[in-house]
């Protein structure tokens, strides 16, 4: 079944609220670009109060331009806005941006403020500002993103922000990181030697992105779809086809992946979603997603509980059909191990590692089967909490025969081990070394256990 994952804001960050969410789910999202790091603190006190188990994942401000107004500001259908710093004398509306604006295409038409929801057609821009004319009436919420089509962001930049925010937060108890804008793969591993211990999630959300995710997904712990932000920047046209190929290598790579933005959104005026969310989330399950992520729905709605009450009783009735991907060609580490296992019959497979990468190469043939984890890595432990696949964990520590130990580690939880299938399968994999045994799958059968 897919997971949950809630982003706590200001109306949801008290402790009844917090008890409620975890009844549903065990994963919580802080973001970084919202709020003082005060208050992320105490957030994530009160997450632990509520939920000691939690995961927490704390999303980084990236360096994407933000306005910078404290105030909602009615924009009009028609009015000329200038965003960024404007020339001597402007009489227009100007509204500042926190960041500079990225390189981007010059002939570019149009641009968009909140995750795309609100297009402006271009009348000017320069290197520290642009000038739209909105194409509707709405109010702009205080520290709403801007995106301008095919944009780069500078890299350098970007990795500084990250250094920064990861010093003032390193002390704070938290599980992961959402990593935003992430447009190569070099950039993850800068972040990973900073904080080994942390689980990366990086999020693709522009066109430089897409073309190189799968470098990004090598590199990542797993993989957030920010549909709002891609969508801006590459255009609506762009964004299924960048959705199916995002997807098909992430799960090719054995990895999870997260879906973002407007998953729900008409239930924050309403008490069902629409059709079309409807369908949006059936097509998540449809491609292998592991994860559905709310935001403003459960941040900063008054209906959180409703809404997370909802989407878990409809997550009960989709039924993923993901099926391992041929699009992305992967260098699997033990190849004849995993194309052994991918012929067995559906049943659970144990699985023993110690770096975590045989649970990633287990998942790229086998997406939708149920593992039983046997390792002493915490941090393989805790991305396994995202996927949506059934994962028992029994800790163990990985020595230089950990096979002798296993007839007795099925006998202590044939209860739970056998609970569903009439046989397990149990894989070792590791490189030749004088005193490591032969890489082997063993089958186990419950009558063998007295079952």
């Known amino acids: ?20 969410f975890s009844k549903k789910t065990k994963l919580f999202r802080l973001n970084g670009s919202h709020g003082t790091l005060d208050w992320h603190k105490a957030a994530i006190s009160s997450i632990r109060k509520a939920c000691p188990d939690a995961f927490i994942l704390m999303d980084i401000p990236g360096i994407k331009p933000r306005t910078n107004n404290v105030d909602n500001i009615h924009i009009s259908k028609g009015q000329e806005i200038v965003f960024g710093d404007p020339a001597s004398g402007e009489i227009r509306l100007s509204i500042g941006l926190t960041k500079d604006l990225p390189k981007h295409e010059k002939s570019f038409t149009k641009f968009s403020v909140n995750d795309g929801q609100f297009e402006f057609d271009l009348i000017s821009s ?39 925010f990861i010093n003032k937060v390193k002390t704070m108890d938290i599980d992961g990181l959402g990593l935003s804008f992430v447009q190569t793969g070099q950039l993850v591993d800068q972040i990973r030697n900073l904080a080994p211990k942390l689980v990366l999630i990086s999020k693709v959300e522009n066109s430089e992105g897409v073309r190189n995710c799968i470098d990004i997904i090598k590199q990542s712990d797993g993989i957030m779809i920010d549909r709002g932000d891609l969508a801006a920047e590459i255009g609506l046209e762009s964004l299924y086809d960048a959705i199916e190929t995002i997807s098909d290598h992430t799960k090719a790579h054995g990895k999870p992946l997260v879906m973002a933005t407007e998953n729900l959104e008409t239930m924050l005026e309403r008490e069902v979603p629409s059709k079309s969310e409807v369908m949006s989330i059936a097509h998540s399950a449809s491609i292998g997603v592991d994860c559905i992520m709310l935001s403003e729905e459960t941040a900063t709605a008054t209906s959180g509980h409703e809404i997370v009450n909802w989407l878990d009783r409809f997550l009960k009735t989709c039924t993923r059909m993901n099926c391992p991907k041929s699009s992305s060609t992967i260098s699997l580490k033990f190849p004849t191990v995993w194309n052994a296992l991918a012929g067995l019959p559906n049943m659970p497979v144990i699985i ?8 990633f190469e287990y998942f790229s043939v086998k997406p939708e089967s149920d593992a039983i984890l046997l390792t002493d890595n915490q941090k393989i432990v805790k991305i396994s909490r995202f996927f949506a696949n ?16 296993l007839w007795e580690i099925v006998e202590n939880n044939k209860d739970d081990f056998f609970i569903k299938y009439d046989q397990l399968a149990a894989v070792y994999v590791s490189r030749y070394v004088s005193t490591a045994r032969a890489n082997s799958i063993t089958i186990f059968d419950k009558s063998d256990f007295g079952l």
């Open 352 to 359: 023993m590692t110690k770096s975590g990468y045989a649970l």
């Open 126 to 164: 320069g290197q520290n500002y642009v000038v739209g004319r909105s194409r509707s009436n709405f109010t702009l919420l205080p520290k709403k993103g801007i995106n301008l089509p095919s944009s780069i962001y500078d890299e350098v930049q970007q990795s500084e922000i990250y250094k920064s």
């Open 390 to 405: 059934k994962i028992t964990v029994v800790p163990l520590t990985i020595d230089h025969a950990p096979l002798e130990r």
């Open 1 to 20: 079944m897919m997971k949950i994952l809630v982003t706590i804001g200001p109306a949801s960050d008290d402790q009844a609220s917090l008890a409620e």
